[in-house]
């Protein structure tokens, strides 16, 4: 192991990164972890915010990640309200926004994303939501305990979560999607018909094939005008158009970006002892034989453990030994009252298959390119789920040329 003298700082109290600060210490490391957070707030689970948090199932207690005493066993030394400006590589040194110069051995990256945001005229209403902080999820549930209208702009599965949320809440609630067909963005379409139509049955209505032009109220948001004049009466707006990833603060160093920061095969970036994880890396999946981002929960601790494992063992010199990481991308969402699961990455060529019916309990569509299976969703169903993921990390998918689409970026 390496002495008791060196530093590892992980940049982003994130999911990702407490699962590379867990990593680290299950090593044997017993040198320095700091974990430098942008937020004011203790680390935090997020997938709930969109969902359970929204309806008032869960509190902020629930969805907290660790407490000051759990970091106190881990010996983590925590900066919060401190984001990262700059990594000198050369000197080892992060520059945070709070001027403390902060020496480093190795570093973690797990900075995330940001919301993409719109930009038209009203954009900056009261009343229009981003959601991708705890802050930004209690202002939004402070809006929704007030009832009303609510409009979600976009269907991914943040709008459909949020959506989803609205409805449990009794809010009318109405998605405007830019494509053609809602949903098409992120799945096969007999899986984004499926589920269209499950929002459609909770009561919300779908308008696809209009974007927003303009944002109309006085000091708060009263209206939302669409591409084809259709105006919609909005207490609350949402938009979840997509998200970029949080690496501006590299643009001065010697760290390579594409879409991310980019890595190779065992999450090390071009520069020695820094590594990246969750959805800011962009790294070298030797399953697929190309680079990609994942922007999943599963993802961001399973590659936060692996990244720092490996990151350890660079730092003791045991290059060797490092593992690659090559994941079968999975993410699940809970909508409309139903659990999904979806394993695999999208296959522009492949056939579709149905197990049951999509408007019964439970079903399954599976995407095949010859014998080879190369995704699976599934609704209500965790044992087929389990059986899916077991094939697919059991499959030869890197013989095949993938296009991918938001699962692997």
Known sequence: MPDLHMDIVVVGASVAGMSAVEAVRSTGFEGRITVVGAEDELPYDKPPLSKEFLAGDVTEADIALCTRSQLDSFDVELMLGAAVTHVDAEQRLLELSTGVLLPYDGVLLATGMAPRRLNCAGADLAGIHYLRTLDDARRLQADMAAGGEMVVIGTGFIGGEVASSGRRRGLDVTMVELAPAAFSGSV?????????????????????????????????????????????????????????????????????????????????????????????????????????RVEHWTNAVEQGAQAARNLVLELSGSDDERVAYSPVPYFWSRQCERMFQYAGVRHESASLSLEGDVEGPRWAVTAHVGDTITSAFTANWPGRAVKYRRLLNESHAHEMAMSLDHQVR
């Not at 909770?202 to 591409?227: A, K, M, N, Y």
Request: hydrophobic share 40%.
């Open 188 to 292: 096969e379409p007999l899986v984004a018909e499926a589920l269209t139509a499950a929002h459609i049955a909770e009561g919300v209505r779908i308008l696809c094939g209009r974007s927003v032009v303009r944002f109309d109220g006085g000091d708060r948001v009263r209206s939302v005008v669409l591409s084809d004049g259709t105006v919609i009466a909005a207490d609350i707006v949402v938009v979840g158009i997509g998200a970029a990833p949080q690496d501006g603060y590299l643009e001065r160093s010697t760290l390579a970006r594409a879409d991310g920061v980019l890595c190779d095969r065992y999450c090390r970036t071009n520069t020695p002892a820094i590594y990246a994880a969750g959805d800011v890396c962009r790294w070298y999946n030797p399953r697929y034989e190309r680079h990609g």
